[in-house]
Nanobody, 125 residues
Framework: QVQLVESGGGLVQPGGSLRLSCAASGFSLDYYAIGWFRQAPGKEREGVSC????????YYADSVKGRFTISRDNAKNTVYLQMNSLKPEDTAVYYCARYLGYYSCPQQPIGFGSWGQGTQVTVSS
């Protein structure tokens, strides 16, 4: 079974931190780039970050650069998103997905599949 499961969301105050996890099963992270996305109520889903399966190149949306860090532990078949200096506008359901083109992140956040169920991140005082 190909599956991605997100976890680690919660309620934090502005300026706080969370680490999200994306656990993969049914396939190996050795062969797929993994992206993080988020969707707020009434908003389109947007790409947040992506990490290649090879060379570990990383990409970030401008809105999160300098605050979020994506990483990969292939031994655990898990991708992480460390989120620091959180802002209220970061509030959303966060999803991970694998890039079906394999290996490298695309230029645009399209071509992803095997979406997880999402984990809620709420940033509020």
């Amino acid at each position: 079974q190909v599956q991605l499961v997100e976890s680690g969301g919660g309620l934090v105050q502005p300026g706080g931190s969370l680490r999200l996890s994306c656990a993969a099963s049914g396939f190996s992270l050795d062969y797929y780039a993994i992206g993080w996305f988020r969707q707020a109520p009434g908003k389109e889903r947007e790409g947040v970050s992506c990490i290649d399966s090879s060379y570990s190149r990383k990409y970030y949306a401008d809105s999160v650069k300098g605050r979020f860090t994506i990483s990969r532990d292939n031994a655990k078949n898990t991708v992480y998103l460390q989120m620091n200096s959180l802002k209220p506008e970061d509030t959303a359901v966060y999803y991970c997905a694998r890039y079906l083109g394999y290996y490298s992140c695309p230029q645009q956040p399209i071509g992803f599949g095997s979406w997880g169920q999402g984990t809620q991140v709420t940033v509020s005082s």
